[in-house]
């Protein structure tokens, strides 16, 4: 669940109601690029946050089944070119459950240092979507995200 509205992403953005999808579009966004620089998830309310973390046991098992699936698929494989593939994809996929699986485990909820990232990450992206720059300087600025999100960071997975 999104930690803003529609109704809330229009106003912050002083955007116009038909932009409404293309906010949600950003939105999505920076609420994954949020989640992405602290290396962990998060979510609205504490229900949804136990709620992601009781289905991990399954979800764990669930990948590990498909993975073990993959590499008897694997192993059937006459080319060793098609084998290799094969064992190379089924361990990257079970890689990627398993960093989700992290993120999930060291989840939190969302505090307002969180809101206030995604919310700033949103107004840049609306602000700034479009190529070109015209009749200004186009000059990096800093956005305060990272000082606002740097207290519950983890630290980086490879």
């Given at each position: 669940?999104s930690?803003?509205?529609?109704?809330?992403?229009?106003?912050?953005?002083?955007a116009?109601?038909?932009?409404?999808?293309?906010?949600?579009d950003?939105?999505?966004?920076?609420?994954?690029?949020?989640?992405?620089?602290?290396?962990?998830?998060?979510?609205?309310?504490?229900?949804e946050?136990?709620?992601?973390?009781?289905?991990?046991?399954?979800a764990?098992?669930?990948?590990?089944?498909?993975?073990?699936?993959?590499?008897?698929?694997?192993?059937?494989?006459?080319?060793?070119?098609?084998?290799?593939?094969?064992?190379?994809?089924?361990?990257?996929?079970?890689?990627?459950a398993?960093?989700?699986?992290?993120?999930?485990?060291?989840?939190?909820?969302?505090?307002?240092?969180?809101?206030?990232a995604?919310?700033?990450?949103?107004?840049?992206?609306?602000?700034?979507?479009?190529?070109?720059?015209?009749?200004?300087?186009?000059?990096?600025?800093?956005?305060?995200?990272?000082?606002?999100?740097?207290?519950?960071?983890?630290?980086?997975?490879?």
């Open positions: 669940m930690l803003l509205t529609p109704e809330e992403c229009i106003a912050h953005c002083s116009d109601p038909a932009d409404a999808s293309l906010l949600a950003l939105l999505a966004g920076a609420e994954s690029a949020v989640a992405g620089y602290l290396n962990r998830a998060y979510f609205a309310t504490q229900a946050l136990s709620a992601a973390q009781d289905a991990l046991p399954k764990a098992g669930d990948a590990q089944d498909a993975y073990e699936a993959a590499m008897a698929v694997a192993a059937d494989f006459a080319s060793s070119a098609a084998r290799e593939m094969a064992i190379d994809l089924a361990t990257e996929r079970l890689k990627e398993k960093i989700g699986f992290q993120r999930v485990l060291f989840g939190m909820v969302a505090t307002p240092r969180i809101r206030a995604v919310r700033l990450t949103l107004g840049n992206l609306y602000a700034n979507r479009e190529e070109v720059v015209v009749g200004a300087s186009a000059v990096r600025l800093p956005q305060g995200v990272p000082e606002l999100l740097r207290p519950d960071r983890r630290e980086m997975m490879p």
